[in-house]
């Protein structure tokens, strides 16, 4: 619950001129600066008199003051559960609803995505075969699954990266430079901060090809802890520390390849950091919905969310493998993932299933992008730390880490390679 606005307490009290007594001078003050969620959720469930001990000589004072003014309103949020299904809901709403199972789209600021379905209407054709083995094989030597647990030791480190909080903004800030260093040492430009309202900036790195035709790999930079999000730590060591660092190895491995870094490849490649995915997959929307007004031409999006907990598949007595989403995604985009990892990988891959809404491929899809999302096992396998203090790094599995960062290289080269119509 947000308050949307302080409370104004001279011009309260000159509205409420029969209300005020010298009594209240020191109530009002301190109430204007009750903005913790933990004293607004005291407040919402109790009378004001019993939340600040208030003197029984002016409680029936304070409770007509509090009848007729209100201090705070709770700003409501409109989400869509699955596809027509719009409801308008308190943030504490939204997070009970996670706390529930139940993934969203945040539509308040973006409406009108997918109006446009830029690419709905072409259907994109992938390549039948693996086409560029050689050079992705040599290109797999360069991945380094102690460069990602360091990455990831610091990412986790934050308190909490959610969107709203500062710790949100400086976690942010810490990933672009990690992205600009990684460009900077190739020679490779350097990647932009897409801002949002709130603190948290999503972040795009681009190495340009021949054409605009793009190919986009993504993952989630925040993290949340759904019990109290501004408060309780929330380390998100693989939702997605894991999905972040895994991307950003990938992306620092292609680099090695010339033709990628001097813009030799037929397509675009983009890597993605979102903010605020947890709130609704708020930073995937604005980036698609701005990548649906100007036309863009996306060709492919791999999200890449939670990539490193093996426990749950390996107590089950189940082989380790890479879980590929099966509902909600692009059938032929999918179906060349699995030939991807079959060649690139050194573990099998297993189809599985996350819902409506699970993560910001479905952002790419409303617009009408092909996307396609994997994780690190089957989905009723995976990791159940999450949202909490304990997704910690020690619970991960860094081989497993370095399987989806083949899998991702092996994605980007050969689609950056493709030849579309």
Known sequence: MRMTCDLDVQATTHSSAH???????WILPSLAIMKSSVILT????????????????????????????????????????????????????????????KNFFDITQTPELGLNRVSAAKKVKYPK???????????????????????????????????????????????????????????AGVAVAFKHDWAQSSIIATLPGKSDKTIVIGAHQDSINLFLPSILAAPGADDDGSGTVTILEALTAL?????????????????????????????????????????????????????????????????????????????????????????????PYIETKCGYACSDHASASKAGYPSAFVIESDFKYSDKKIHTTEDKVEYLDFDHMLQHARLTLGLAYELAFTKFD
């Open 19 to 25: 209300l005020h007594t010298p009594a209240l001078s």
């Open 255 to 347: 680099l090695h390849d010339k033709d990628i870094l001097h813009g030799k490849a037929e397509n675009t490649l983009e890597f993605h950091w979102y903010s605020a995915e947890e709130g609704g997959l708020l930073g995937s929307q604005a980036i698609f919905s701005a990548y649906e007004k100007e036309g863009r031409d996306v060709k492919a999006m791999l999200q890449q969310d939670m990539t490193g907990y093996t426990h749950g598949t390996l107590e089950a007595g189940e082989p380790e493998s890479v879980g590929v989403i099966m509902d909600y995604v692009d059938p032929g985009l999918t179906e060349f993932i699995k030939k991807v990892v079959t060649n690139y990988c050194t573990i």
């Open 42 to 101: 005291a407040l919402a469930g109790a009378s004001l008199s019993q939340a600040l001990s208030i003197p029984s000589g002016i409680q029936d004072v304070l409770a007509r003051f509090q009848a007729q003014t209100p201090l705070f309103e709770a700003e409501r949020y409109a989400i869509e559960l699955a596809p027509g299904d719009v409801r308008w809901v308190t943030e504490d709403e939204k997070w009970a609803l996670r706390r529930e199972g």
């Open 129 to 187: 075969h693996i086409e560029h083995n050689k050079t992705v094989s040599k290109l797999l030597k360069h991945l380094d699954k102690d460069h990602m647990r360091s990455n990831l030791v610091t990412f986790s480190d934050f308190h909490t990266r959610y969107y709203k909080s500062d710790w949100g903004r400086q976690s942010s800030e810490w990933l672009l430079e990690q992205v600009n260093q990684t460009l900077t040492n190739a020679g």
